[in-house]
Antibody, heavy 120, light 111 residues
Framework: QLQLQESGPGLVKPSETLSLICTVSGGSITSDNYYWGWIRQPPGRGLQWLASIHHSGNTYHNPSLKSRVTISVDTSKNQFSLELFSVTAADTAVYFC????????????WGQGTLVTVSS | QSVLTQPPSVSGAPGQRVTISCTGSSSNIAAGYDVHWYQQLPGTAPKLLIYGNINRPSGVPDRFSGSKSGTSASLAIAGLQTEDEADYYCQSYDSSLSVWVFGGGTKLTVL
């Protein structure tokens, strides 16, 4: 059974960089039919897609975040990562990693999520 | 404001049927992009409930069904159970924004 697990600091200071890793187990991150992505949910609010990546290196970013987001993949560790630069309190959210199935372009497996708070 | 519009809340008694709507536009649902639905129980990650407008992943009861027409999609839940109380989100792709988009979510209360 495929599992995804987010890891990273739970507290980040304003203006610093938020860095998260998603470790994939029970399946390979190099399967051609899947992309891997990050989605966040501010407290009490809805879901926002941030970025997605294919093991080949193709990436997609949410334009609303402009150049603040980067996503990368480490196939040797079966992991992918998110970096969000110059964070503010508005970036406080639960961050989920998820698998994006190219068939129908659906997010079919999700990590449990990790709360990241931006505060000094 | 979300690109996909959902009612903030719906409610129903056990055993009843409820529907949740998801309204988009010409750059997402009406453009032919598939709509997917997710169920999010309190404190947990979203779970895929319906994909490709009408399909249920293995293990999802057939009480849950989806449909799509024009600029809108709907999720129907028949035979409401107390464990169905959750937030429900629709999701599609928007070609003008080049983003995967979610609806604002609908909170289902089982009275």
């Amino acid at each position: 059974q495929l599992q995804l697990q987010e890891s990273g600091p739970g507290l980040v200071k304003p203006s610093e960089t938020l860095s998260l890793i998603c470790t994939v187990s029970g399946g390979s991150i190099t399967s051609d039919n899947y992309y891997w992505g990050w989605i966040r949910q501010p407290p009490g609010r809805g879901l926002q897609w941030l970025a997605s990546i294919h093991h080949s290196g193709n990436t997609y970013h949410n334009p609303s975040l402009k150049s603040r987001v980067t996503i990368s993949v480490d196939t040797s560790k079966n992991q992918f990562s998110l970096e969000l630069f110059s964070v503010t309190a508005a970036d406080t959210a639960v961050y989920f990693c998820a698998r994006l199935n190219a068939d129908y372009r659906r997010f079919d497996y999700w990590g449990q999520g990790t709360l990241v708070t931006v505060s000094s | 404001q979300s690109v996909l519009t959902q009612p903030p809340s719906v409610s129903g008694a056990p055993g009843q049927r409820v529907t949740i709507s998801c309204t988009g536009s010409s750059s997402n649902i009406a453009a032919g992009y598939d709509v997917h639905w997710y169920q999010q129980l309190p404190g947990t990650a979203p779970k895929l409930l319906i994909y490709g407008n009408i399909n249920r992943p293995s293990g999802v009861p057939d009480r849950f069904s989806g449909s799509k027409s024009g600029t809108s999609a709907s999720l129907a839940i028949a035979g409401l159970q107390t464990e169905d109380e959750a937030d429900y989100y629709c999701q599609s792709y928007d070609s003008s924004l080049s983003v995967w988009v979610f609806g604002g979510g609908t909170k289902l209360t089982v009275l």
